[in-house]
């Protein structure tokens, strides 16, 4: 069996990831790893394996059959997915929500000149939590879905915190209010507000001498990122920030709570739950298992953008449709 | 908009749940209900929908653009599936999970014969459990699937405790074992036997003067639905038992656990879990859904066998891709 040949855009915690999931899928390879750097300074994993600048990717054409996209959804992503799914056929993980239509848009028109497939906003949010709420909806039309995030890591909102003047290193857990989730769980269908279904703990390294009052205010009234939320904010050292906080978990659940019945009097609780000790790795892996999708339904001569939405499951497996019917059905 | 013409074959408990499943659909109608019975015998829910013998199913060929079968997987299935399969698109609950791959492909080549779209084994195990164990075991491909089930009734426990002599009544409860199920949410991977997995608790109403002794001793030893298992057995009253067992909930849980990294020491843990006012409610809720992917896949020009593996979950949605990827991507 040839084996699909993967290129990675993108070095990072991601990328990193996806070469370690490559591994644990006997028909896949990494062919090459394209970066921004200069190739010479990057050390990956694999021996043997090309690293290209990124500005020579169109001289690249044949050496994968798809690529994995592990750049950022602000800036990156916009811009190479587009560009690249004319070229290959790609996955990525873009997951700002708001804007998937118009990025869909843009990567189909191109993935369709170019005849190539590729699948977009791959992950678990966006990702696995869509699926397990669109087959929820679908199978319970009256009801409602609950989506809660954590307890995990948020680099944006660790980020967000890096930003405040005085402030060293910060690491933001989003953690999900028990109680809510334990309302949604009992079928009671509360209607929950921003505040009621999740908090925010923050873990905050500071410069000597700097106004800590200050700090903790100016994170818990940042718009959007605090404001909304019950935040606590602990000071600690950078030697306990590295000690007890060097991991990125994350995880969370999606909850259908649904109806049947003459009269809607039976209750129905499906819920999907993550629990991951890493959130790039555990990303990278599902990104990999879509790209065998990408690679098949390409073979097949389809073309286009696509989602977790348009693919069958089957597309995903290393396995026969009668082998997983036998095994796993 | 054209509604989705469904027909039912069989009208028992899970008929009965169809009927209703499909009001919760407004992109779909109950066309026409089909019965071994006398169907002048027959009360449906549902005002002014004809109910015709199963006898004259060849003469309403254009009645339905699917029909969804409700019979058992014992005995109805394995005859109607195929024979059905020629005349019209077909959604079925076919659970015998042995039996899947010959059933599969009955049911293919008679589909493919008449051009139609056969679902097979929807519901939730097979069906939504299937997919979740796929999904885990490709995402996470080093790592170990966990199936559980309960609490919940299980109907052919219940049936096999009726056919010992002097019992007149019973329902039987599969509980998971506690402490089995927080070692596999653990990561722990243990290697589990089905004692381990499970319990089986049975309430048993008797008649008067039976040997409660010689009763109790010949359902524990019961080979393949009980001898395997820790057993209970409640004597009760037929009261009781009508008091405090007359429904039909069920659930369970399918876990993979998996590991990512360098060295596999980055553990996940991904778990898909159902609580279940109604099983069969539930499932034909499942069913219904999947039958507007039938009539879809159809209309796309596609025929033969799918199982839900086949089923891309865009096609389970009343709303269009753009609906979907704006709302729940």
């Known amino acids: 069996m040839d084996k699909i040949r993967i290129g990675i855009v993108g070095y990072g915690n991601l990328g990193r990831g996806t070469e370690l999931a490559i591994r644990q899928n006997p028909d896949m390879e990494l062919a090459c ?8 300074s990057l050390k990956i994993l694999t021996e043997g394996v090309p ?47 708001a804007k998937i239509p118009q990025y869909f ?33 679908c199978i319970l039309p009256h009801g409602n879905t609950y989506t809660f995030w954590g307890k995990g890591v948020s680099q944006g909102h660790s980020d967000a ?6 402030v060293v290193d910060a690491r933001q857990y989003t953690i999900p209010v028990e109680a809510a989730v334990e309302a949604v769980r009992s079928g009671a269908d509360p209607e929950l507000t921003t505040r009621q279904k999740h908090t925010r703990e923050c873990f905050v390294v500071v410069k000597e001498g700097a106004d ?24 600690i050292s950078q030697e306990e920030l590295d000690r007890d906080h060097s ?7 999606v909850i259908r709570s649904g109806k049947t019945g003459e009269c809607g009097e039976t209750n129905h609780i499906v819920e ?9 790795e555990f990303t990278s892996s599902i990104l990999v298992a879509y790209a065998r999708a ?20 089957a597309y995903l497996s290393v396995k026969s449709g009668a082998e997983i019917r036998a095994e796993m059905l």
Chains 1, 2 share one sequence.
């Open 105 to 137: 848009e843009a990567v189909d028109s191109s993935a369709k000149k170019g005849g190539n497939v590729s699948i977009i906003s791959v992950g678990w949010d966006p990702g696995m939590f869509s699926v397990a709420r669109l087959y929820g909806s």
């Open 212 to 235: 800590k009052a200050k700090i903790e205010s100016e994170i818990k009234n940042m718009p959007n990122y605090f404001a909304d939320y019950d935040t606590t904010v602990h000071f």
């Open 294 to 313: 990408a690679y098949r339904m390409h073979k097949e001569g389809q073309s286009g953008a696509k989602t977790v939405f348009d693919v069958a499951p």
């Open 272 to 280: 999907y739950s993550l629990k991951l000790g890493s959130n790039p």
């Open 161 to 166: 915190i890096r930003r405040v003047e005085g």
């Open 33 to 40: 790893v394209f970066t921004r750097r200069d190739p010479a």
């Open 51 to 97: 690293v290209y600048s990124m500005n020579d990717i169109a001289d690249h054409k044949g050496d994968a059959d798809v690529l994995i996209l592990c750049g950022g959804s602000a800036t990156d992503l916009p811009e190479q997915g587009p560009k690249l799914a004319e070229m290959f056929c790609t996955v990525d993980s873009f997951d700002t929500h």
């Open 247 to 253: 991991g990125i978990p994350h995880g969370g659940f």
